[in-house]
């Protein structure tokens, strides 16, 4: 037991070591000597866990998917927003989620496979868009799987705007500013009205997953 946690440790040693670079200098310019001195690792432990940069990067971007749960809304359309603002808050706060989300949008990391992420976005969102037309909140135009691709780019688009022009201090009060552009132009009147998109949002819906993560974490300990 005392050597699997070690392990653990070391694993996420050396993937934090790994956010810290690859968010300073990028996929192409960091290496793993540099990894390696910021971990305080050797390279056996590294490559026990880890066979290639890439495969760290790939580590990388998988980590910032590893989201906080979130309850059910009755609105299906709220729940995306509560997506959007949760990763707005761990953007802001997490050190690996800035760091996959680096990675992400690095169009010079040559040969790693960025497309998870963009994947890993669209089929959550994509899913309440297609319950939300279920259940009425939808404007009759809209194809769930189209308008999942234009959240997940739009976004994108504005958290690099945000980190270019503020190192993400802006962000929430962009991402805010996007739901209030984007949500009429798909959603019904009446729900619309009822949507909670303002700025609190998104440290109001980190507290809550927060939360509900360690309700049920305890519950599992229990049972």
Do not use: C
């Not at 809209?142 to 780019?153: F, H, K, L, M």
């Not at 009429?184 to 009446?190: E, L, M």
Request: avoid cysteine; hydrophobic fraction near 45%.
């Amino acid at each position: 037991m005392a050597e699997q946690v070690r392990a653990i440790r070391t694993r996420q040693a050396i993937l934090s070591a790994a956010a810290k670079i690859f968010e300073e200098r990028g996929y192409q310019a960091s290496t793993i000597s540099e990894i390696l001195t910021v971990a305080g690792v050797t390279k056996g432990a590294l490559y026990f866990h880890f066979q290639s940069k890439e495969d760290l990067a790939l580590g990388v971007l998988n980590a910032q998917n590893q989201n906080l749960p979130l309850p059910e809304r009755a609105s299906k359309l709220q729940e995306i927003v509560d997506i959007v603002m949760l990763h707005t808050y761990r953007l802001q706060t997490d050190p690996m989620v800035r760091a996959g989300v680096r990675l992400t949008m690095d169009q010079r990391a040559e040969g790693l496979d960025r497309s998870g992420p963009f994947r890993n976005w669209a089929v959550p969102v994509g899913e309440r868009l297609d319950k939300a037309q279920l259940q009425g909140e939808l404007l009759p135009h809209v194809v769930p799987a189209e308008t999942a691709d234009v959240i997940v780019g739009a976004y994108a688009g504005i958290q690099s705007m945000s980190q270019a022009l503020t190192d993400y201090r802006d962000l929430v009060v962009r991402v805010s500013a996007l739901m209030r552009h984007l949500l009429p132009s798909i959603a019904q009147s009446s729900v619309l009205a009822s949507l909670h998109l303002g700025e609190s949002r998104a440290a109001e819906v980190y507290h809550e997953a927060l939360l509900l993560a360690q309700e049920r974490e305890a519950a599992g300990a229990l049972s």
